[in-house]
């Protein structure tokens, strides 16, 4: 008999780990595949907070600022590797160069620097797959006008028989390679060339001074070789985020599971919850199918993590929509679309009303109907992370909660 | 003085293939589009080359010259037709008499049925319901219709024609009753332009009516929309039509890797009302269950729709006004010197993709008489690509996997070789933008410069970027590097980039679950938040 189960191994569902294992309860996590974290930048996003805890049936509205901000508290108390402050916007750069707004976000990503830069250095590792030097310089200079901005491509020998063939590296394997050993020194020998070409530069009367290196495919968060050799650079460098898949999130995820997994945690990868026992108003079991035979778990309480739409915890068919776990009634709304893509978009908001408490509810009859489940992330009705810019936030919030009272 | 003996409005396949002909005669020819070429409904249609047999029971004109042209076109085509075959499937629920009548008008038209058992139909197409009394193979066959449309342009370009996209023809000049030019606008950079000519014709398709309106000519044409399903799998291997009077939803035409189920029917008030809607694709999905069960299991990419004209005149059956197909499939020319008292204009109407350059012989027989030229149609007889040099495809298989050099070369002709050589010059450039329809940066690279590419939904029907699976969450901000390098050719890229999303968007909103609902999460979480192009108030 476990504490309790959580089904669901995203961003929400892994915090939730994190916190009740903390708290001393044997936790099993079962989880069909990784989450959405390896498409996002790694970012997390929280939206505007104030606004958004006064909308009706919001998931912040439901679990109110303090416990908001418990979350992103806690995230942060437990992953220094990430900057940022509470109601603060930080700037990071996009995969095509454009300042965008974040809210906690990798070390390394933060680029405040560039504001008072005068000269912008671009690296462009050389045949990055979705890396655009020529639109990135651009986007730069426009953000940075006080600027300029020299792209200062490079190639290595660890991937010249890819180039040869035409075969795209993209940023994951710039990363994997950073993070090797021989990796760790073709990055040395990469920033001391360019740092060498800076000190002719800066001998030059003319020289403007501060200099930013911009660098896409690196991400140092949570690697000690890379910051160590960041670390001992005359100049500031900023990376940008990444176009999926990214290394920043996959990077997070892996940080996740490793604490999760240190705290005593269990986590099943791979498999999925096809059925639950229910008696009354509690949920006792559930069935998993691994390797053609079921194992049932029994525990006190449950957490649903199923990443909604995209995380595969919700089917939509022209018919019906189902929520594919526990079989709860779902929120969805009359009108699916609107004409402007990025848009408010109605059917984004499907999901599973809750109470305060994360409990799914019948909204017609005000009625908790599973006592011992509660519903986190994006399986939450009511928000759209696309336009409300929130969704790292009501992951980490939602998750930090039922992690907090399961 | 006149520029151009004679202007063709519209460049969907009627007007390229007047634009062909005539070029092919000697006489000087402009053809003006207001978009891209094939823009109109010859871009949004089922692609299916008919063998009349659809028609052959209520139409016997139009099924005769559907299969004369049907045997024509594969010939001088060949490039642009997949020569698949079609079946006519009778469901339990589909009456004998009809059949019956149907094989006899078959007969009449000159058409070829074969029947088939049903075994060795089962064989053949495994996913088709068991619900099947007796299935006939005709001489059916896919077409790519913006490949034909850019051959015809390109076979008319040889031989002297002109033609513009992007300019709108706002108004015919008249004088004394005599037609003298047009008043065209450059969409583009917003120059006015003037064409004088001897005859102009009207090849507006559904637009046809606003364009002789603009001198107070009267023309009933009707626009019956029609909608139409993409499914992301090849579900048949030939066209598979119900043996039933022609209905909604009764046919299924692949196309590479997709298939097309169509299509509704409903009068609208103008061409532009061409957003499908959830009522008919559920519509045709219970309709496409009869011949394929389950049909609801398979992944719908997108809906679109396309305004078939009419001309009035052919409906005066009654209550057919209400009900477009009802409505006779073949084409009317018409003089508006004896209808109107305008000299030197001619408007065609109707028919069908199929039939386009049987519409064409006949708009340049008139034309060619008008001017006094003696020269005959010839467009029957020479093919409308030159052949593919050898060593160009051997050039491209080296460079290329094999399918994506095939698609290329399909796509762009001698051409391609432009294509080759940026590969060769680049090895890199040879790495597919778009892996769900194979193309290559250098690709898009090249079509990108064409002079006659604006948009990105340019480039699109080009090279069918952004078609895939995907829904071009991937190709799209693949794209966009290339647009930047050419210079103040194309919108600030983020408008461009929204406008082309919402544009793909509409044909997804109605067939907006299962799987395309999880990409159209990633593609929402790519836009908004990894590239954050809409507002972020945080
Ligand atoms: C491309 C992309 C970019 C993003 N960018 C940002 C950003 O910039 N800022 C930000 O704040 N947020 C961003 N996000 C959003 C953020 O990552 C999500 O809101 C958040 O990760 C959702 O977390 P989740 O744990 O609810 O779901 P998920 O991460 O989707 O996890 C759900 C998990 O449940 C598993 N599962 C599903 N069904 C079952 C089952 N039956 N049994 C067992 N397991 C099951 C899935 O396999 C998956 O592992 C982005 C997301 C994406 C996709
Ligand atoms: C849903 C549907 C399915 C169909 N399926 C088939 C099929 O399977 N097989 C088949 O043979 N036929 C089919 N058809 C019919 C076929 O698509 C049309 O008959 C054919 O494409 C018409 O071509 P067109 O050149 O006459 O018109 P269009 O292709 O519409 O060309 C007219 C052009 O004129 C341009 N234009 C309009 N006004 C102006 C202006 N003022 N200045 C400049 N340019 C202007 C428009 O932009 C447009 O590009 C289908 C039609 C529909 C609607």
């Known amino acids: ?406 | 003085m006149t520029d151009y003996q004679v202007v063709i409005v519209g460049g969907g396949a009627t007007g390229v293939g007047i634009l062909r002909d005539l070029s092919m005669r000697g006489i000087s020819a402009l053809l003006l589009e207001q978009g891209d070429l094939a823009h109109g409904t010859s871009s949004r249609f089922h692609g299916l080359l008919h063998s009349g047999a659809r028609y052959a029971v209520k139409d016997p004109v139009s099924a005769a010259e559907c299969i004369d042209e049907n045997v024509i076109l594969k010939q001088i085509a060949a490039h642009c037709i997949s020569d698949t075959g079609g079946w006519f499937v009778q469901s339990s629920e589909d009456a004998q008499s009809y059949v019956e009548q149907w094989i006899r008008g078959c007969a009449y038209a000159h058409i070829p049925i074969r029947e088939i058992s049903l075994a060795d139909a089962y064989l053949k197409e495994p996913l088709m319901s068991k619900d099947v009394l007796r299935v006939f193979e005709v001489p059916d066959a896919t077409v790519d219709g913006f490949k034909l449309v850019w051959a015809n342009a390109k076979s008319a370009k040889r031989y002297g024609g002109d033609y513009k996209t992007y300019h709108q023809v706002e108004r015919l000049i008249l004088d004394n009753k005599r037609i003298v030019g047009v008043a065209a606008k450059n969409l583009v950079n917003g120059e006015e332009i003037m064409v004088h000519c001897e005859v102009v014709v009207n090849a507006g398709g559904a637009w046809a009516s606003q364009i002789v309106g603009t001198i107070g000519v009267p023309l009933d044409v009707i626009c019956d929309k029609g909608t139409l399903l993409a499914f992301n799998q090849r579900l048949f291997q030939r066209v598979i039509n119900r043996l039933h009077p022609p209905s909604d939803g009764d046919i299924f035409v692949p196309h590479e890797t997709i298939t097309i189920l169509g299509t509704t029917s409903e009068i609208v008030d103008s061409p532009q009302e061409n957003q499908p809607r959830e009522p008919e694709v559920k519509r045709l999905l219970a309709m496409g269950e009869k011949l394929l069960p389950n049909l609801m299991g398979h992944r719908v990419i997108r809906a679109f729709a396309g305004v078939r004209p009419l001309h009035r005149e052919d409906s005066e059956v009654p209550g057919s006004v209400e009900e477009g197909r009802e409505v006779s499939r073949t084409f009317v020319l018409i003089d508006h010197e004896v209808h109107d008292g305008v000299e030197g204009l001619i408007s065609i109407v109707g028919g069908k993709f199929t039939t386009y350059r049987l519409m064409a012989e006949k708009v340049s027989d008139w034309v060619a008489e008008k001017l006094g030229n003696t020269a005959p149609c010839s467009t029957a007889k020479e093919n409308l690509m030159s052949e593919i040099p050898q060593d160009l495809r051997k050039q491209a298989l080296r460079l290329l996997p094999c399918v994506a050099a095939e698609k290329m070369l399909e796509r762009l002709g001698d051409d391609a070789e432009e294509v080759l050589t940026k590969i060769m010059d680049d090895p890199r450039k040879g790495q597919m933008l778009c892996e769900c329809e194979m193309v290559s940066v250098a690709e898009v690279e090249k079509v990108a410069s064409d002079e006659d590419s604006h948009h990105l939904a340019d480039i699109r029907r080009k090279t069918r970027l952004g078609m895939g699976t995907c829904q071009g969450a991937f190709c799209t901000y693949r794209v966009l590097p290339l647009l930047g390098l050419e210079n103040k050719k194309f919108d600030p890229l983020q408008d461009e980039l929204k406008r082309f999303i919402n544009q793909r968007w509409k044909g997804i909103r109605p067939v907006l679950w299962g799987q395309q609902l999880r990409e159209t999460e990633l593609t929402r979480a790519i836009y908004a938040s990894i590239l954050q192009l809409n507002e972020n108030p945080g």
């Open chain 1, 1 to 406: 008999m476990w504490d309790g189960i959580i089904v669901g191994g995203g961003l929400a569902g892994l915090l939730a780990g994190i916190r009740a294992a903390e708290r001393g309860k044997r936790i099993l996590m079962i989880s069909e595949g990784v989450g959405s974290l390896t498409y996002s930048s790694g970012v997390i996003d929280f939206g505007n907070v104030a606004q958004l805890v006064r909308q009706d049936k919001h998931p912040y509205a439901l679990l109110g600022e303090s416990i908001v901000r418990n979350g992103a508290d806690y995230f942060q108390a437990h992953f220094p590797d990430y900057h940022g402050k509470w109601r603060e916007v930080q700037t990071v750069l996009t995969p095509l160069g454009s300042p965008r707004k974040a809210g906690f976000i990798p070390n390394g990503l933060n680029a405040q620097v560039l504001h008072d830069a005068h000269l912008i250095v671009l690296m462009a590792p050389e045949g990055m797959k979705d890396f655009f030097p020529k639109v990135t310089k651009a986007n730069l200079e426009r953000a940075y006008p006080q600027c300029v901005v020299k792209v200062h491509p490079f190639r290595l020998d660890a991937f010249e028989s890819w180039h040869t063939l035409g075969k795209p590296v993209n940023g994951m394997d710039y990363t994997k390679y950073w993070r090797s050993a021989s990796g760790t020194g073709a990055l040395k020998g990469v920033v001391n060339s360019l740092n060498q070409e800076l000190d002719e530069a800066r001998s030059d009367p003319a020289d403007p001074g501060k200099s930013v290196v911009v660098f896409p495919g690196l991400a140092s968060a949570f690697s000690n070789s890379i910051k160590e050799v960041l670390s001992d650079l005359p100049f500031p460098v900023v990376e940008m985020t990444a176009f999926p898949p990214s290394a920043s999130g996959h990077k997070l995820y892996d940080a996740l599971k490793e604490t999760f997994g240190a705290l005593g945690g269990e986590l099943m990868v791979g498999t999925g919850v096809k059925q639950v026992e229910i008696q009354g108003k509690r949920c006792h079991k559930i069935i998993v199918k691994s390797k053609g035979k079921d194992s049932e778990f029994s525990a006190r309480s449950f957490v649903l993590a199923t990443g909604g739409v995209f995380g595969g915890g919700i089917e939509v068919t022209p018919e019906a929509s189902k929520e594919m776990v526990f079989g709860l009634p779902l929120y969805v709304p009359d009108e699916w679309t609107n004409s402007e893509f990025l848009g408010d978009q109605p059917y984004a908001r499907i999901g599973i009303e809750v109470d305060r408490e994360l409990r799914p509810i019948d909204s017609k009859l005000n009625e908790v109907i599973l006592e011992n489940v509660q519903v986190i992330g994006r399986m939450i009705a009511h928000w759209d992370p696309w336009v409300e810019h929130c969704g790292g936030g009501v992951s980490l919030a939602s998750g930090w909660f039922a992690g907090e009272t399961m």
